[in-house]
């Protein structure tokens, strides 16, 4: 028998209303319920037994996008998206709001072992034209789908070798950002670097943590802890910050050595060079590198991009709120 989760450190939220300015639901909506420490108090209440569980205090929990934006300013210190992640978990059974079977599949289909096969989907989907339709499957689709087929070992093409990386490659970027991939290999190579894609990985596990299945996500990540396991890899890079902040956070030997692309390829740049772009660039910023341990490491995006002469960089407000992209069952 499972045994229950802890919801101890609910006690640990002072209700001292810091969270607030920070909170995009809250923003929103005014509504108490909808602020980390309206939602770590209906927690608490539940694992009280003085709330019962319900679509009304689910659909509260739900609401949370998970950005963290509390966490990092948070003087208790509260670890707020585990207790958030830990109730979706143990509700899960009774939720009304966990992804309906069609959209399990959907999250099977880019989290298991047949993406490859989802990818050449997407790719006949696109050269037969109906990526033209006014379909909102569409807004999340690049323009290009591009083939998620991957050398494990890729060698340094600098004159000089400098380490052995590995690369976190994902479920959704492998099939939706492949060329990011590819372009990342190629910049570590030209750093310096030997850089592996161990076959063996799995998805981070963050679609199923946010929607609550632990079991699922537990298993994804120690299959990933034994897929980087090497002494030989100085780093496991990753070019998705969603995907890092959540390897990052595994209880496991992998968590420390994973770093985003951006910083770990910064302290080298300056034996590159670059032709000249004359573009402008806005930079963003997301709330997984901002206000995650992940993103703690975070080099200047905008020293790197500065390299490139006629590249114009912009910077969004760096006090923006979450995108909204981090819903629980996307």
């Given at each position: 028998?499972?045994?229950?989760?802890?919801?101890?450190?609910?006690?640990?939220?002072?209700?001292c209303?810091?969270?607030?300015?920070?909170?995009?639901?809250?923003?929103?909506?005014?509504?108490?319920?909808?602020?980390p420490?309206?939602?770590?108090?209906?927690?608490?209440?539940y694992?009280?037994?003085?709330?019962?569980?319900?679509?009304t205090?689910?659909?509260?929990?739900?609401?949370?996008?998970?950005?963290?934006a509390?966490?990092?300013?948070?003087?208790?210190?509260?670890?707020?998206?585990?207790?958030?992640?830990?109730?979706?978990?143990?509700?899960?059974?009774?939720?009304?709001n966990?992804?309906?079977?069609?959209?399990?599949?959907?999250i099977?289909?880019?989290?298991?072992?047949?993406r490859?096969?989802?990818?050449?989907?997407?790719?006949?989907?696109?050269?037969?034209g109906?990526?033209?339709?006014?379909?909102?499957?569409?807004?999340?689709?690049?323009?290009?789908?591009?083939a998620?087929?991957?050398?494990t070992?890729?060698?340094?093409l600098?004159?000089k070798r400098?380490?052995?990386?590995?690369?976190?490659?994902?479920?959704?970027?492998?099939?939706?950002?492949?060329?990011?991939?590819?372009?990342?290999?190629?910049?570590?190579?030209h750093?310096?670097?030997?850089?592996?894609?161990?076959?063996a990985?799995?998805?981070?596990?963050?679609?199923?943590?946010?929607?609550?299945n632990k079991?699922?996500?537990?298993?994804?990540a120690?299959?990933?802890?034994?897929?980087?396991?090497?002494?030989?890899?100085?780093?496991?890079?990753?070019?998705?910050?969603?995907?890092?902040?959540?390897?990052?956070?595994?209880?496991?030997?992998?968590?420390?050595?994973v770093?985003?692309?951006?910083?770990?390829?910064?302290?080298?740049?300056?034996?590159?060079?670059?032709?000249?772009?004359?573009?402008?660039?806005?930079l963003?910023t997301?709330?997984?590198?901002?206000n995650?341990?992940?993103?703690?490491k975070?080099?200047?995006?905008?020293?790197?991009?500065?390299?490139?002469?006629?590249l114009?960089?912009?910077?969004?407000?760096?006090n923006?709120?979450?995108?909204?992209?981090?819903a629980?069952?996307?």
């Amino acid at each position: 028998m499972t045994p229950p989760i802890d919801f101890s450190d609910t006690d640990l939220c002072v209700k001292c209303g810091l969270c607030l300015p920070h909170c995009p639901t809250y923003a929103i909506s005014k509504n108490e319920n909808e602020t980390p420490r309206g939602r770590l108090a209906l927690i608490q209440a539940y694992a009280e037994q003085s709330l019962s569980l319900s679509a009304t205090l689910t659909q509260h929990i739900d609401s949370c996008l998970t950005c963290r934006a509390c966490e990092s300013m948070c003087p208790a210190k509260v670890p707020y998206s585990q207790l958030i992640n830990d109730f979706r978990a143990e509700t899960r059974p009774t939720n009304s709001n966990k992804p309906n079977w069609l959209q399990q599949k959907a999250i099977n289909g880019l989290t298991g072992q047949h993406r490859a096969g989802l990818n050449r989907l997407l790719k006949l989907y696109k050269q037969i034209g109906l990526g033209k339709l006014p379909t909102s499957i569409n807004d999340y689709l690049p323009s290009r789908i591009v083939a998620n087929k991957f050398n494990t070992e890729n060698p340094s093409l600098a004159e000089k070798r400098v380490g052995h990386v590995a690369l976190f490659t994902g479920c959704a970027s492998e099939i939706l950002d492949a060329s990011t991939l590819k372009d990342a290999i190629f910049m570590l190579q030209h750093c310096g670097f030997d850089v592996t894609v161990p076959s063996a990985q799995a998805c981070c596990g963050a679609i199923d943590l946010h929607a609550g299945n632990k079991a699922s996500a537990n298993q994804f990540a120690n299959q990933n802890d034994a897929a980087f396991a090497s002494d030989d890899y100085e780093a496991v890079i990753t070019v998705a910050s969603g995907c890092g902040s959540t390897l990052a956070d595994y209880d496991n030997a992998l968590a420390p050595k994973v770093i985003d692309v951006s910083d770990f390829i910064a302290p080298h740049l300056s034996k590159l060079s670059f032709a000249p772009l004359d573009a402008s660039a806005w930079l963003h910023t997301p709330c997984t590198l901002k206000n995650t341990p992940y993103g703690s490491k975070r080099a200047d995006i905008s020293d790197g991009l500065s390299a490139i002469d006629g590249l114009e960089i912009h910077a969004f407000d760096s006090n923006q709120h979450c995108c909204g992209r981090l819903a629980p069952t996307c």
